[in-house]
């Protein structure tokens, strides 16, 4: 699946907000949907990537021998999800999925299985 349809998929979830795949060490969204005047995605993704980088550098600094699936952020009307992008070709992923939902009309169980199917599913 592609970038464009990744995203969309990810905008049919109960309750999607905005979506956005977004490469850690560049800072920089690959693309973006959804949004609005309230939720920059653009500035969102940047931030989310100080997030990624910042639970690396943890787990490195306790050299655990395991990796990230996903962040959670809840706020009292959202939930933030983070979603690494595990690429087969390489030892760790660089890119994320970044996935806003309004609290109120997810399901944060059946939101994170559709994430893992689209993760499997994207090809970049």
Not at 8 to 29: P, Q
Not at 65 to 88: G, K
């Amino acid at each position: 699946m592609n970038i464009e349809t990744a995203l969309k998929e990810a905008m049919s979830i109960d309750g999607a907000v905005g979506v956005a795949l977004v490469d850690y060490e560049s800072g920089m969204s690959l693309g973006t949907l959804g949004g609005g005047e309230w939720l920059d995605l653009e500035v969102a993704a940047a931030g989310n990537t100080e997030v990624v980088r910042s639970k690396m550098r943890v787990l490195a600094a306790l050299a655990l021998n395991d990796s990230i699936e996903d962040i959670l952020i809840t706020l009292r009307r959202q939930y933030h999800l983070i979603r690494l992008i595990n690429d087969r070709q390489s030892a760790s992923p660089s890119l994320f999925l970044y996935l806003v939902l309004d609290r109120e009309r997810s399901n944060l169980a059946l939101a994170r299985h559709h994430l893992r199917r689209i993760e499997g599913d994207l090809t970049v």
